[in-house]
Nanobody, 122 residues
Framework: QVQLVESGGGLVQAGGSLRLSCAAS????????MGWFRQAPGKEREFVATVTGLGRTTVYADSVKGRFTISRDNAKNTAYLQMNSLKPEDTAVYYCAASPRIDQMASNYIYWGQGTQVTVSS
């Protein structure tokens, strides 16, 4: 079992920045790729970014490429999502998740956090 707890969400103006954290406990953190997903009201959950277990490979959704950065610190069992140049359309609940391999499909992620709200005002 892996337990995931997100933090760092909040209200920010368009153009601002936030850094989300995802603290993991349980099994060996570096055994899992970590992903970030988001879900806006009335919309499907969508992929944002993912990083391999050792942090060597990252993949981003086109909508966030160049603005968001995913990273991880395996010594701290924590994954991060640095979000810059935020837009109102980035407003959503953001979830971190763990998967045995890097993947963009939510259905392949085994463990999920409870989510953290990000609201970007115009």
């Amino acid at each position: 079992q892996v337990q995931l707890v997100e933090s760092g969400g909040g209200l920010v103006q368009a153009g601002g920045s936030l850094r989300l954290s995802c603290a993991a406990s349980g099994r060996t953190f570096s055994d899992y790729a970590m992903g970030w997903f988001r879900q806006a009201p009335g919309k499907e959950r969508e992929f944002v970014a993912t990083v391999t277990g050792l942090g060597r490979t990252t993949v981003y959704a086109d909508s966030v490429k160049g603005r968001f950065t995913i990273s991880r610190d395996n010594a701290k069992n924590t994954a991060y999502l640095q979000m810059n140049s935020l837009k109102p359309e980035d407003t959503a609940v953001y979830y971190c998740a763990a998967s045995p391999r890097i993947d963009q499909m939510a259905s392949n992620y085994i463990y999920w956090g409870q989510g953290t709200q990000v609201t970007v005002s115009s």
